[in-house]
């Protein structure tokens, strides 16, 4: 899988958008991009996942580099709840089921301020 | 309400001693999956199973051991010959689908801490 490079930590003010950009030059393909956040002492939780196409649901927007380079996740109205470690992972699509696990980095701690 | 359950919260243990922790799930997966996090670092697979009765190391599987005799059911034994064991302890379920690109549940974790 490739790898990912995030900001060790970015700050937003509580109401609004939060931006937390990831760069993953080195992707491939058949790699989709998924973001999953860890608020402190709980398990991560899924948030969105992309190919090429811009993604959005009811928690988060996903942008992606027409290159793929990079990409953005996008929370529109920030709130105090989401203060947590953002992380950036790239998964291939592999027939067989083989692309089993997560690998997570160190992620970005967004800290949302009141 | 489904969702996976860890189960303790907080574990302490002496040095030398094998110590079970437990992980359930009713979300009717079939994979299932025991993550280690050290503080400040993202988590690495111990770990995983894609269906009952099979399981596969991931990629720090030394020192502990699992079954999965039954689906919503896969217990993580961490056994005295691993040799830093104290981390916090996750265990994740998904659908099994081909391309493995499904999203994983998370339970809430066991802080383990060896004395």
């Known amino acids: 899988d490739a790898k990912t490079t995030q900001p060790p930590s970015m700050d937003c003010a509580e109401g609004r958008a939060a931006n937390l950009p990831c760069n993953h030059s080195?992707?491939?393909?058949?790699?989709?991009v998924y973001w999953y956040r860890q608020i402190h002492s709980q398990g991560p939780q899924y948030i969105i996942h992309?190919?090429?196409n811009n993604e959005t649901n009811e928690m988060a927007s996903l942008i992606i580099t027409e290159d793929r380079k990079s990409s953005t996740l996008i929370l529109p109205h920030a709130t105090l709840r989401d203060t947590a470690v953002y992380y950036c992972?790239?998964?291939?699509?592999?027939?067989?089921?083989?692309?089993?696990?997560?690998?997570f980095g160190k992620g970005t701690l967004l800290t949302v301020n009141p | 309400d489904g969702g996976i359950t860890q189960s303790p919260k907080y574990l302490f243990r002496k040095e030398g001693q094998n110590v079970t922790l437990s992980c359930e799930q009713n979300?009717?997966?079939?994979?299932m999956y025991w993550y280690r996090q050290d503080p400040g670092q993202g988590l690495r697979l111990i770990y995983y199973?894609?269906?009952?009765?099979?399981?596969q190391k991931g990629d720090i599987a030394e020192g502990y051991s699992v079954s999965r005799e039954k689906k919503e059911s896969f217990p993580l034994t961490v056994t005295s010959a691993q040799k830093n064991p104290t981390a916090f302890y996750l265990c994740?379920?998904?659908?099994?689908?081909?391309?493995?690109?499904?999203?994983?549940?998370f339970g809430p974790g066991t802080r383990l801490t060896v004395l």
């Open positions: 994740a379920s998904s659908i099994f689908s081909g391309s493995g690109l499904n999203e994983q549940f």
């Open positions: 080195t992707i491939s393909g058949n790699e989709y």
């Open positions: 992309g190919l090429k």
């Open positions: 992972i790239v998964r291939v699509a592999e027939s067989g089921g083989s692309n089993y696990k997560l690998t």
């Open positions: 979300l009717n997966h079939d994979a």
């Open positions: 199973s894609q269906i009952v009765n099979d399981f």
